[in-house]
């Protein structure tokens, strides 16, 4: 019993704690990239809108899915932990090299993220749900937290990197994102040395990583790839308009491995394994909708809203800071119902998850109703709206990562983990259409403020088309921005209220887990 205190910190594993904050600071690094990432494109660089929301659809949408790829070779051959310190190096130089304002550095630098991802991202996740026995009641608790440790660093990152490149330039604000991930390595690897995670996350297999092709082992061979890979994933970024060619391909790949799987697996295991897809494909559209965040809704809190006390690259750190301020009350909302047997299913969750995201970008549209003369808009609906869409993130994100875990066959975890991820590299690919969509021509409008979408449009935002093309442009950029948010929030309400009415199938599907 000593031996189990031991191990255990605030009721949880004590190794969670050290997941904790190699999570935050790896956070800390990509958000602060990311919300610097659109304007630096569109007015450092001097990208159209339509350019930068390619390469950022694209950058977005390839970190997502290399995550398949690493979770694999997690599995298969390094282990939770060589991986996780294999994609940590590779996001750090990443970041780095983001300070050379060329072309091949900056193509360069987002392929070297991308690939560090795909190690990092699935492996770190997995090895939460490593911490706990399958059925340990703290799981869905556990990641909660673990989802509060990725939302400080996205909270903090886009306010001090926005603020750090404000003051001193895009490029420092690039060197202070690197730091955060060279922190988050430093806090895995005393994990490490402090033997905090026992046996958890070794090689799975010595003989396997050690067997050696062309004179060099597996495990050396899989890094000098990772690197290899890069300029492959910087081709694709820079050639973004051919990606859908990569989508096509990276769906054929996960049909044909998931059906390999299927074809090893019991009965009970391939009912939780559609599940576990059918979440995935739940998530894919909340990562569509939700993912407007660091493209079209930056963009739009720069130009149509009346920002008071940050710039719009601090708007992206809005979110983060709603979860931080709800994280832990909804950790114990569900160890409080979980006791009491009243904790809402996954299914259930889910569907709530889609219908809150949906009201969040409602409110962001009925921010027209406040427009001024300049066509801006109050900074409150911006605000609102993000409250209730982290409620829904929060329905969602953290009970999904808590669910691949359980529902994923012992043997593929890390690659369904990848398969969880790969709904952010679909919805990261259509949030990109979905920002396009933004985007106006002079004297047109987009397809969503035309027939019954229209109506919707007119209800909601009180303005018409006509309305919009009679006024300036920067009140034509507004109609775009709040028709799309309309419809797009109307289409996510009814397939959450969808996913509520089958939930009870969900549920029986599950076999067991909650």
């Not at 007015?43 to 950022?56: E, N, P, R």
Request: aromatic share 16%.
């Amino acid at each position: 019993m000593n031996t189990l205190k031991s191990n255990e910190a605030f009721g949880h594993p004590k190794g969670l704690i050290y997941l904790f904050f190699a999570e935050l600071w790896e956070r800390f690094s990509f958000y602060g990239m990311r919300a610097l990432l659109v304007l630096y494109m569109t007015k450092q660089l001097l990208f159209t809108d339509d350019m930068a929301f390619g390469v950022y659809a694209a950058y977005m949408s390839l970190v997502y899915v290399t995550p398949m790829i690493g979770g694999i070779l997690a599995d298969k051959i390094l282990g939770f932990r060589k991986a996780i310190l294999l994609g940590g190096v590779l996001m750090a130089l990443g970041h780095f090299f983001l300070t050379f304002e060329h072309p091949f550095f900056f193509y360069g630098s987002l392929g070297l993220i991308i690939v560090g991802n795909g190690f990092f991202k699935p492996n770190i996740s997995s090895f939460v749900g490593d911490l706990y026995e399958q059925e340990d009641t703290r799981r869905d608790s556990g990641f909660t937290i673990f989802y509060l440790g990725i939302n400080l660093g996205a909270a903090l990152a886009p306010l001090m990197c926005a603020w750090v490149a404000a003051a001193y330039g895009w490029h420092y604000g690039f060197v202070l994102a690197g730091i955060g991930m060279v922190t988050g390595l430093f806090f895995f690897n005393r994990g490490l040395k402090n033997n905090v995670f026992g046996d958890k996350g070794l090689v799975p297999n010595e003989n396997t990583y050690n067997k050696k092709h062309f004179g060099i082992s597996k495990g050396t061979l899989i890094t000098l790839s990772a690197f290899l890979a890069v300029p492959f994933f910087a081709l694709i970024i820079n050639y973004h308009e051919f990606e859908h060619y990569l989508v096509w391909i990276v769906t054929a790949f996960l049909m044909i491995y998931v059906i390999y799987i299927l074809s090893r697996v019991s009965i009970k295991e391939k009912k939780r394994l559609l599940i576990a897809i059918y979440f995935t494909l739940l998530y894919a559209l909340f990562s569509a909708i939700f993912e407007q965040a660091g493209s079209s809704l930056t963009l739009f809190a720069d130009r149509n809203v009346n920002l008071v006390g940050m710039d719009a690259a601090g708007t992206n750190s809005i979110n983060a800071g709603f979860i931080i301020l709800f994280a832990i009350p909804f950790s114990i909302l569900w160890t409080y119902l979980n006791k009491r047997k009243k904790n809402p299913n996954s299914a259930i969750k889910f569907g709530l998850g889609l219908v809150f995201l949906g009201l969040g970008f409602i409110i962001f549209a009925l921010s027209a109703h406040s427009v001024d003369e300049f066509a801006k808009t109050s900074m409150l609906y911006l605000i609102m709206g993000y409250m209730v869409l982290t409620i829904g993130e929060l329905f969602l994100s953290p009970i999904g990562l808590s669910k691949m875990t359980e529902l994923s066959p012992l043997k593929y975890v890390a690659f369904i983990m990848g398969v969880w991820f790969s709904a952010n590299f679909y919805g990261h690919f259509f949030a990109g259409k979905i920002a396009k969509l933004t985007t106006i021509t002079q004297g047109e409008t987009n397809v969503f403020t035309k027939g019954i979408l229209g109506e919707i449009v007119e209800f909601t935002t009180g303005i018409t088309s006509e309305i919009a093309i009679q006024n300036s442009e920067d009140f034509q950029q507004l109609y775009s921005y709040v028709s799309v948010y309309t419809s797009f929030g109307f289409i996510s309400v009814i397939v959450g209220i969808f996913a509520l009415l089958i939930s009870p199938v969900i549920k029986n599907m599950m076999s067991g887990v909650h």
